[in-house]
């Protein structure tokens, strides 16, 4: 299977190191088991994601996507250091905002270029994380501002039942739906989205276990 590994960043990149046994960087390919990978960095939020993704699904053509990075959590029933798969995303900051109210993306009667678009969400119809090592399943939000008001993410879950929160994911969901490739993502929390001191950073335990996750998915597929 030719597989296409997803990082926002160098930082969590490097998570793969061990497996290239080299210095790596962004269009390095590696093989594990049956399956050769390629690394992908896209950057840093959607705009990036989505450019950098879809030109290289077009060239490309893998298999599968494996989108994997760290978030931070709308909710402290997850765990700093759990993982989780992702099988959504919303776009909580499209749309109409008020004093009164915040009208959705989708309300106000928009496309999202002709893929199913129900109340700011996407939903990724593929399932394979059933098939593969147990974590919860749960929805991420895509944002283009880093929350750290707890208003601001208290709103987003109820709103649109999101626990979990990047600047990516969405992004590269919504290419590779449109690609018609097959997209999983993982993501191991790093923070809470709260004021400091509550918010919580550790990096090392979010990218340790990340490292793990994508591992033991790699091997498992």
């Known amino acids: 299977m030719q597989i296409l590994l997803i990082f926002a960043t160098p930082i ?4 793969v190191q061990p497996l290239l046994g080299k210095e790596f960087k962004s269009g390095d390919r590696f093989q594990i088991g049956c399956h050769q990978v ?12 989505s450019i950098i993704t879809a030109m290289t699904l077009a060239v490309l053509r893998p298999d599968l996507v494996l989108h994997a990075g760290i978030s931070g959590s709308y909710h402290q029933s997850l765990s700093i250091g759990q993982t989780v ?15 009164e109210d915040f009208v959705t993306f989708d309300k106000m009667g928009f ?19 059933r098939y593969l090592p147990y974590r919860p399943v749960m ?3 895509t944002v283009s501002c880093i929350s750290n008001q707890p208003d601001r993410g208290t709103s987003v879950h109820r709103r649109f039942g999101a626990l979990t929160e ?22 191991t929390i790093s923070n809470y ?22 591992v033991d998915t790699l091997k498992s597929l």
């Open 193 to 214: 989205c709260l004021p400091p001191p509550d918010d919580e950073w550790n990096l090392k335990l979010a990218l340790d276990n990340l490292q793990r996750a994508v």
């Open 12 to 15: 969590e990149a490097g998570i």
């Open 85 to 99: 798969w992702v099988d959504s995303e919303c776009f909580p900051e499209l749309g109409k905002e008020s004093d």
């Open 38 to 49: 390629d690394l992908l960095i896209s950057g840093v939020g959607m705009v990036p994601a």
């Open 166 to 187: 990047s600047m990516e994911g969405g992004a590269v969901l919504a290419a590779c739906m449109l690609a018609k490739i097959d997209c999983l993502q993982l993501r």
């Open 111 to 129: 496309d999202f270029a002709g893929l199913p678009f129900n109340n700011n969400t996407l939903r990724n119809p593929f399932e394979g994380y």
């Open 139 to 141: 929805g991420g939000a």
